[in-house]
C-alpha cells in the first residue's frame, strides 16, 4: 500500500506540474506538450499504470529544469557585467563638503562632481569646461569638448580631468531615463516567440489524441488509449529539444555570446536581418592613432616619444591613446616636468633644454602639415610645430569579414544604423561593404526603422549596437545584440545577446552555433516522434500496456538525448 501511495502521490505532483505550465502556454496563447503529459497521467491514474505516470512526471520536470538552469546561468553571467556601472554621486552639500549619495537622490540644482572615466548621472549645466565622449548617446566616437555653462545629458562619460556641474533634472526625469522609457515601450511590442518544441507539439498531439481513441473505440479497451498516451508524451520535446538549446546556449557563451534564453536561441537560427550600429560595432569606439608626420630634423618616433612624455600625466581620453599607440609600439617615454594641463586643449611641460606642447592646433599650419583625420593633435617645440598626430575611430579589422560571413548564413539584409554623420557612414559602409545606411539617427528614429524591418521580415530581425541611443531598438528588435565589453547598461539591459569580449565576429559564431542547435533539436525531435509513434501503434494494438510504453519511452529518450548532445561537438 505504502509502494503505491508513493506512486500516486508522484503521479498526482506531475500532474500539478503539467497543468500548471499548460496554464502558463495558454496565458501566451500557445500549446505545448505538457497537454498530452496531462492525459497521459490521468489515464495512468484511472487504470493505475502508477510506474508510467511517474516516468512522466521525471521527464517533465528533469527537461524543465535544463531550461531553467541554462537561463539562469546566462543572466548570472548578464548581471555580473551590468554590476560594474555604478549607481552613485558625489554630490557638494551644505556645507561646502562632498559627500556620495544615491542616484535617485539627487535634485534639481545639486553640484555632483564626475571623475575621469565616470558616466554623468543626470543632466545639467556645466560649472567646469571638460571633455565628454559621447559615443553612447550621439554615436559620435571622438571626444567632444564643452565650456562653461555649456548642456551636457546623462549617459555620456567623463573622457578628461574631473569636472562639476549643476543636476538640471532628476535621474529620473533625464535624457538616459527617457531613452528606458521608449526601452520598456518597445519591449511590450515585442512579443514572446513560440519554442520549437510547442511548435511541433501542435502537430503531434492531434495525431495521438487520434490513434488514441480509436484504440479505445475498436478495442473497447481505456488501458489501450492509455498506453497510446503514455507512448504519446512527446518526452524528446520534454527533453531531447532543451537539451540541444541548452547546449547550444552553453557552446554559445563559451565563443563569447551570451544568449539571455532558449527562445532566443530560437529566433537567432532564423536571422534574415541585421541592423549595425557604426560606432563601438563596426568601429572600435574610440581615437586611435592612425596617422603621424614631423617637419625636418624630427622623426615620427621622436614626435610619438615627446607626445608620450606629455601625455602620460593627462586623463584626457586623447591621451590615452597616444599611450597605447606608445606601449604597443615600445616607444620610451622621457621624463617631462614642469607641467601645465589646459583640460580639453593641451598639456605642456620641459623635456630636455626645451619646452614641449601637446594639443589642438593653433594658428595656420605649415605647407608639409598634410594631416586630415577628423581629430589632429600638434606637437610643439618652443611654440613651433614640429609634428602632427592623426586620430579617428578605425573600422574593426574583423568587420568586412564579419559582413561576408553573415551573407554565408543567410541573411538577406545588412543595414548600417547609425547617429554619426553621413559622410563618415558612407566611408564605413563602402569600406566594410555594407550596401544600406542611415545616418544621423536620433533613438527614436532608430526605434522606427527597426520596427519597420520587423514588420516586413518573414524570418528573424536581428540589431546590434553598443550606446544608450541603442537601447530602445534593441528592445524591439526580435534579437537585440549588445557590445558588453563597453557597451552602456541601458544596451545591455534591453539586449537578448551580450557579446562579452567586445568582438563583432561572436555574432555570427553565435548565429551559426544557433542554427547548428536548432536542426540538432529538430532532428531529435522529428526521430524521437516517429519512434513514438511506432510504440503508440503497439500500445493500440495491444502488444504493451502503459508501463512498458514508458521503458520503451525511455530508449526512445536516451536515443534522442545522445543526438541532441552533439551539438557540442568541435570547438
Known sequence: FLN?????????????????????????????????????????IIVKESFAGAVITLMLTTGRLLEEWAEGQAEKQLKSLLERVPRTARVRNNSGGVIEV??????????????????????????????????????????????????????????????????????????????????????????????????????????????ALLAWVISGELTRAVAVLVAATPCPLILAVPIAIVSGLSK?????????????????????????????????GGPSVTSIQSSNGFSNEAIMEIAGGLDQYSPHIVAKSIIKYCVENEISLPIAI????????????????????????????????????????????????????????????????????????????????????????????????????????????????TEKYCKESTGSVVLVGDGINDAPALALADVGVAMGARGASAASEAADVIIVDDSIDRLTDAIQISKIARKKAMQSAVVGMGLSFGAMLAGALGLTNASEGAVIQEVIDVIAILWALTTLRGN
Open 4 to 44: 503505491s501511495s508513493i506512486w500516486i502521490g508522484v503521479e498526482l505532483i506531475g500532474l500539478l506540474i503539467a497543468t500548471n505550465w499548460a496554464i502558463e502556454n495558454l496565458r501566451t496563447h500557445t500549446m505545448g506538450s505538457d497537454v498530452l503529459a496531462i492525459l497521459a497521467i490521468i489515464g495512468t
Open 338 to 449: 614642469e607641467l601645465d594641463e589646459d583640460p580639453g586643449h593641451s598639456i605642456s611641460g620641459i623635456i630636455g633644454n626645451h619646452k614641449y606642447r601637446v594639443g589642438q592646433l593653433t594658428g595656420t599650419t605649415p605647407n608639409w602639415f598634410k594631416l586630415n583625420e577628423p581629430l589632429l593633435v600638434g606637437v610643439y617645440r618652443d611654440d613651433e610645430l614640429i609634428g602632427g598626430i592623426g586620430l579617428a575611430d578605425p573600422i574593426r579589422s574583423e568587420s568586412k569579414k564579419v559582413i561576408d560571413e553573415l551573407r554565408t548564413t543567410g541573411v538577406k539584409t545588412i543595414a548600417m544604423l547609425t547617429g554619426d554623420r553621413v559622410e563618415t557612414a558612407a566611408s564605413v559602409a563602402q569600406e566594410t561593404g555594407i550596401n544600406e545606411f542611415f545616418a544621423e539617427l536620433k533613438p527614436e528614429e532608430k526605434l522606427a526603422i
Open 102 to 211: 544615491e542616484i535617485s537622490q539627487i535634485q534639481i540644482g545639486a553640484r555632483i562632481f564626475v571623475g575621469t572615466g565616470e558616466i554623468v548621472p543626470t543632466d545639467g549645466k556645466l560649472v567646469t569646461a571638460g571633455s565628454f565622449d559621447e559615443s553612447a548617446l550621439t554615436g559620435e566616437p571622438l571626444p567632444q569638448f564643452h565650456k562653461v555653462g555649456a548642456y551636457i545629458p546623462s549617459g555620456i562619460l567623463n573622457a578628461g580631468a574631473p569636472i562639476e556641474y549643476e543636476a538640471t533634472s532628476t535621474a529620473e526625469e533625464s535624457a538616459y531615463a527617457a531613452i528606458i522609457k521608449l526601452v520598456r515601450e518597445a519591449q511590450k511590442k515585442n512579443a514572446p516567440g513560440i519554442r520549437i518544441a510547442n511548435k511541433l507539439a501542435l502537430r503531434f498531439i492531434p495525431l495521438a489524441l487520434i490513434t
Open 252 to 284: 554559445s557563451a563559451k565563443h563569447g555570446a551570451v544568449v539571455k534564453c532558449g527562445s532566443i536561441l530560437e529566433k537567432l537560427s532564423r536571422t534574415q536581418v541585421v541592423l549595425l550600429d557604426k560606432t563601438g560595432t563596426l568601429t572600435h
